[in-house]
């Protein structure tokens, strides 16, 4: 009974693919979020949706694209990966504005 | 644009201290503060909330203080154990509902 679940935990892939990586929750929750967290663990926003739609997108390349078949999945999609892309990726979510409650994270190797 | 800071970047105490965690924000409009804790490789987990209109919140040996006029918050743990080492990060809701992170301050407990 998870709250907020990602899968996979670990992912290793070669510059150039296509990945995705799930998010669910079970809160009931209205708005979810992708979060990066670099190298130096500094985390920041990348998307959030909010009754299926997008409501702030930062800086982020369009070679990602977040994909919300219900309220309660959040995926996102990788087209192309770089080898800046390794990193760690968090999903959250929230009844907005309240508390957000993050999934385990996905470690994301790109070789 | 709204930045976060935390004050220490790290920090050793022996067991059983009382410690201050420090975090200030430089826009005061903001919803709502978060403190989190975050263990090595592992995800984010909530420890309190403070919303705008409140002064503290408190969870066991954890109170946390807002005050928004000056754009500072603190995370206070009580008689600490070597159990609270870890990254401890603090965000701030910003107006579109994500959260802005600072750096973390890294806690060691020494038995």
């Known amino acids: 009974d998870t709250a907020v679940s990602q899968t996979p935990k670990y992912l290793v892939t070669q510059m150039g693919n296509d990945k995705s990586i799930k998010c669910e929750q079970n809160l009931g929750h209205d708005t979810m979020y992708w979060y990066k967290q670099d190298s130096k663990k500094f985390l920041k926003i990348m998307f959030s949706y909010n009754n299926k739609e997008l409501i702030i997108n930062e800086t982020v390349p369009n070679r990602f694209s977040p994909k919300s078949p219900d309220k309660a999945h959040l995926n996102l999609h990788i087209n192309s990966l770089e080898l800046g892309d390794s990193a760690v990726y968090f999903c959250a979510s929230s009844q907005d504005p309240g508390e957000q409650f993050f999934g385990p994270g996905t470690r994301l190797t790109v070789l | 644009k709204q930045e976060v800071t935390q004050i220490p970047a790290a920090l050793s105490v022996p067991e059983g201290e009382n410690l201050v965690l420090n975090c200030s924000f430089t826009?005061?409009?903001?919803?709502?503060l978060q403190w989190f804790r975050q263990d090595p490789g592992k995800g984010l987990t909530s420890l309190l909330l403070?919303?705008?209109?409140?002064r503290e919140q408190t969870s066991g040996r954890l109170n946390a203080s807002l005050d928004k006029s000056s754009g500072r918050s603190t995370l206070y743990i009580a008689a600490s154990q070597p159990g609270d080492s870890a990254t401890y990060l603090c965000?701030?809701?910003?107006?579109?509902?994500?959260?802005?992170f600072g750096k973390g301050t890294k806690l060691s407990v020494k038995p």
């Open positions: 965000a701030v809701v910003g107006s579109q509902g994500n959260l802005i």
């Open positions: 403070i919303q705008s209109s409140q």
């Open positions: 826009d005061s409009a903001i919803y709502n």
